[in-house]
C-alpha cells in the first residue's frame, strides 16, 4: 500500500514538472532574450533622439556622448556605431567578437545608430534563469516526495494497525483499541473488526464461564465422594469393602484429573487471554501494593525494570504471580527483595527474577516445591502451585533458579515483531493492569 501509494504520487509529480517544465524552460530563454533585445532597441532609440537634438542644436557628436549608453552596471555590454548624415562615424564601447545580436535605428534626421552585443552574453544570461527554472522543478519535485511520503504513511498505518488488531484477534487476545484514522473507509472497516472482536469476546468469555461453572460443579461432589470414600475405607473391617473403597477412590481420582485435562485443553484450544503488557505497569502496581508489607518487616523491596519491557501475559494472572512471590519471600526469605528483568535468548523471551537474601529452599523442599501441598509448615502449599499454573496458562513457565539464596525465574514471551510498538502495535493495546485479589 505505501509503495503504491508513493509510485503513484512520485509519477504524478514527474509527469507535472517534465510537462511544465520544459515548456516554461522555453519560454523563459526566448522571454530572456526578447527582454534583452528590447533593451537595446531602447538605447538605440535614445541614442538616435540625442543625435538628432545635437544636430539640431549645431552640437558637435563625440563618442563621449556614446558612453552612458555602452551598458554595465547590470545591463548588457553593447558596442555602439553612429553614422551621422554626412558620413561621419563614432564609436563607443567595447569591440564585440563572434556572434553578436545587433539593434540598428535611423533617425529621422538620417543618422544611422546600430548597437551590437555579444550573442554569448545574451545565452548565459537565460542559461542562469533556466537554472533558476531547474532548482525551483528540483524543489518541487523534493516537495512531491515529501509529500507523497506523509500521505503513504497517514494511508498505511491504520491498514497495518488493522493487521496487527486482526492478528491479535485471530490468536484469542482482547481487542485493542485503534484510534480514528480519518479515512472512512479504513475507520467503517476498524468499526466492523471491533465489533466482531466484542461478539468474539463475548463467546469466549461464555466458554470460560462455562467451564469455570463445570469445573466448580464438578469437582465439589468429587471431592466429598473421596472423603467418603476414605472414611468408608478406614471405617471398614472387611478386606473386601476396603479393596471396593480402594478401587472407587482411584477411579474417583482418575475422574478428577480427566476433568482438569479436559478443561485445560479447552482453554489452550480457545486461544488464551494473552495480550501486551508493559511489565513496568504490573511491577509497579505490585511495589506500591507490597510495599506497606515489607516496610513493616523492616525489609526493603527494589524493582529493576525496564521501561520499555513488554511482555505476552494475561494482566491479572501475571500479577497473581507476581503477588505470589513477594509473598512467599516475605514469609520465608530475608534481607532485601530483588525483582529484575533480563532478556533470555534469541526468542526475545523475557525473565522476571524474584530474588531475596534469606536462608533459601531446603534441599528436602526444593524438587516438591512447586507441588500442590508441600509446604514448609507456614502456608498452605498452594500458593506456588497456583502461580505455576497460572505461567503455563500463559506459555510461560516458572522455576526455581537459585536454591541459596533463593531465586524464582518467571520466563515469559516478549512481544513479537509483527507486534512491536514502534512497528505496528495499535495505540491502545498497551494496558495497565488492574488491581486483581491476589490469590492467597
Do not use: C
Not at 534626421?109 to 533558476?132: C, E, K, Q
Amino acid at each position: 500500500m505505501r509503495r503504491r501509494v508513493l509510485q503513484s504520487t512520485i509519477a504524478a509529480v514527474t509527469v507535472a514538472v517534465v510537462l511544465l517544465g520544459f515548456p516554461l524552460v522555453f519560454l523563459v530563454a526566448q522571454l530572456v532574450r526578447e527582454n534583452e533585445v528590447r533593451d537595446l532597441e531602447a538605447r538605440a532609440a535614445a541614442i538616435s533622439r540625442t543625435v538628432d537634438f545635437r544636430l539640431e542644436e549645431k552640437i558637435p557628436l563625440t563618442e563621449r556622448m556614446l558612453e552612458p549608453y555602452t551598458g554595465g552596471d547590470g545591463a548588457l555590454e553593447a558596442s555602439v556605431f553612429v553614422v551621422d548624415p554626412d558620413g561621419g562615424r563614432f564609436q563607443a564601447g567595447p569591440t564585440i567578437d563572434g556572434r553578436t545580436v545587433s539593434v540598428e535605428v535611423v533617425s529621422p534626421n538620417g543618422a544611422t545608430v546600430s548597437l551590437d552585443a555579444s550573442w554569448w552574453d545574451v545565452f548565459w544570461l537565460s542559461a542562469r534563469v533556466i537554472a533558476l527554472v531547474f532548482v525551483a522543478a528540483v524543489v518541487a519535485f523534493g516537495a512531491g516526495i515529501a509529500m507523497a511520503i506523509w500521505q503513504a504513511n497517514r494511508l498505511a498505518a491504520p491498514l497495518v494497525y488493522l493487521a496487527a488488531s486482526a492478528e491479535q484477534l485471530g490468536s484469542g487476545q482482547v481487542r485493542p483499541q485503534v484510534r480514528p484514522s480519518g479515512v472512512e473507509e479504513i475507520d467503517l472497516v476498524a468499526a466492523e473488526l471491533a465489533r466482531s472482536a466484542d461478539r468474539m469476546a463475548g463467546r469466549l468469555a461464555a466458554e470460560r464461564q462455562f467451564g469455570a461453572d463445570a469445573s466448580h460443579q464438578l469437582r465439589t461432589p468429587l471431592t466429598a465422594l473421596s472423603m467418603r470414600l476414605e472414611e468408608i475405607a478406614l471405617a471398614a473391617h472387611e478386606p473386601e469393602v476396603r479393596e471396593e473403597a480402594r478401587i472407587s477412590l482411584e477411579q474417583v481420582e482418575r475422574l478428577v484429573t480427566v476433568v482438569d485435562d479436559l478443561l485445560t485443553r479447552s482453554r489452550r484450544a480457545q486461544g488464551g487471554t494473552t495480550e501486551a503488557v508493559r511489565l513496568l505497569d504490573v511491577l509497579h502496581q505490585q511495589e506500591e501494593e507490597w510495599a506497606p508489607a515489607y516496610a513493616a518487616a523492616r525489609r526493603r523491596l527494589v524493582v529493576d525494570i525496564d521501561p520499555e519491557t513488554q511482555v505476552l501475559a494475561t494482566p491479572g494472572a501475571l500479577a497473581q504471580v507476581v503477588a505470589t512471590l513477594l509473598e512467599n519471600s516475605l514469609k520465608h526469605g530475608g534481607g532485601t527483595t530483588t525483582v529484575r528483568s533480563r532478556p533470555s535468548g534469541a526468542s526475545g523471551a523475557v525473565v522476571i527474577e524474584v530474588a531475596d537474601e534469606g536462608d533459601g529452599v531446603p534441599d528436602e523442599l526444593a524438587p516438591r516445591i512447586f507441588e500442590r501441598e508441600v509446604t514448609s509448615g507456614a502456608g498452605t502449599g498452594l500458593g506456588l502451585a497456583l502461580a505455576r499454573d497460572l505461567a503455563s496458562a500463559d506459555g510461560g513457565r516458572l522455576e526455581l533458579a537459585q536454591r541459596r539464596p533463593a531465586v524464582f525465574a518467571l520466563f515469559l514471551a516478549g512481544v513479537p515483531a509483527s507486534l512491536a510498538p514502534d512497528v505496528v502495535l495499535p495505540r491502545g493495546s498497551i494496558i495497565s493492569p488492574r488491581r486483581d485479589r491476589r490469590w492467597r
